[in-house]
């Protein structure tokens, strides 16, 4: 055997024809795999997509939807900041939208700007405005009509009395007639330091409850200021259902603190960077800033009455309807209306904003006689 050499044939062929039966049979099998993964993969692209693209055109409607009673671009824009994945993006809002089926506290350390902020919001909703204060003076709020200066307690808590019957009168109208029927009858009531007031005032708890129920409904809107953030302090204690009816709007201070409430550190540091950041609820706003908001309530307070309420009238401290006063208020919005516009005047003097632009550009001509 020494110079003989042995056959040993190896069955190699047959083994790499099974291999590659098996490799081929493999990507049958995970191609149609492979093409769900990229259907998937652009579906989930193409939604994201078409979220976004969704979003720039409801906001276009929006802004096209109100030319015709904004009469243009002039209003302030309040914005939030969306913080998504730990990166702030600021995202255009309007707080008005937000607040249109709430009620609003406002709670900030004093000088913080509350007071600032709730009269640019009364100007902005229109109306009729109606301040609560016992220690502030007419001067405060440039023109509107404050109740309860030097502590008069009292008359805060009759003026509450007349607001729960003027609310019942309101839903009695709409129950009748519709919501149609309460348009140009809205109302603005500001309430300074409320907590205190729900201690000196029997009907501060009971204005509060119906308010926040029924309120925005029949055309009234609360902006409660407090310093305090407990809920104990506002009287909502155990009345979770009352107080989902606010928004809270925190400012300064005590939007930091309650951002470290949420541990969000980032969101801690982007309030802590500038005073007009502010946390509505827990999302991050960007208010306007302090020259912004006195913009609208630097004009010359024009001098208004308080009609006599009576079943048959409900559209409160409307302008003097002598033929003296007529011709003086008149005057003075025509002048006003050169150094400004008459859109300014529309909107931030006589409070016709949004829908009610056309409204308010009717009684304007009014005012002044018919002149452009």
Not at 274 to 280: E, G, I, R, Y
Request: glycine share 8%; charged share 25%; with cysteine.
């Amino acid at each position: 055997m020494g110079g003989k050499w042995v056959a040993m044939p190896l069955k190699i062929t047959s083994k790499l024809l099974d291999y590659g039966l098996w490799f081929g049979c493999r990507l049958v099998i995970v191609t149609p795999r492979l093409v769900i993964w990229m259907w998937k993969s652009l579906s989930r692209l193409s939604l994201e997509f078409s979220v976004m693209a969704s979003k720039s055109y409801d906001k276009l409607i929006t802004v096209y939807d109100k030319l015709p009673y904004d009469g243009g671009f002039d209003d302030i824009g309040l914005s939030y900041v969306d913080v998504h994945d730990g990166v702030i993006a600021p995202c255009p809002v309007d707080l008005l939208t937000e607040i249109q089926s709430k009620q609003l506290m406002i709670i900030g350390a004093t000088g913080s700007g509350k007071s600032t902020l709730a009269q640019w919001l009364s100007y902005q909703v229109g109306g009729t405005v109606i301040v609560y204060e016992c220690e502030g003076s007419p001067d405060s709020w440039r023109g509107l009509q404050v109740v309860g200066q030097a502590e008069d307690f009292d008359s805060i808590n009759q003026s509450m009395a007349a607001d729960l019957k003027d609310l019942t009168h309101q839903i009695e109208i709409r129950a009748e007639r519709g919501d149609s029927a309460l348009a140009g009858s809205d109302r603005v009531l500001i309430a300074e330091e409320f907590p205190e007031l729900v201690q000196k005032c029997s009907n501060a708890s009971e204005w509060l409850e119906r308010h926040a129920r029924r309120g925005r409904k029949a055309r009234r809107f609360l902006i409660l200021l407090s310093q305090y953030d407990q809920v104990a302090a506002w009287g909502l204690e155990g009345k979770s259902g009352i107080a989902a009816n606010f928004l809270k709007l925190r400012l300064g201070k005590l939007a930091v603190k309650h951002a470290l409430k949420l541990k969000d550190d980032q969101l801690v540091e982007w309030l802590k960077s500038d005073s007009t950041h502010a946390l509505l609820d827990d999302d991050p706003i960007q208010l306007p800033t302090f020259r912004e908001l006195t913009q609208v309530t630097r004009q010359s307070p024009i001098s208004t009455r308080e009609i006599a309420e009576t079943p048959d009238r409900t559209e409160l401290n409307q302008f003097s309807e002598s033929s003296e006063d007529s011709q003086i208020l008149g005057k003075a919005l025509a002048e006003l209306a050169q150094t400004k516009s008459p859109t300014y005047v529309i909107k931030n003097v006589l409070g016709y904003t949004g829908s009610r632009y056309q409204a308010g550009k009717a009684e304007f001509q009014k005012l002044i006689g018919g002149k452009e």
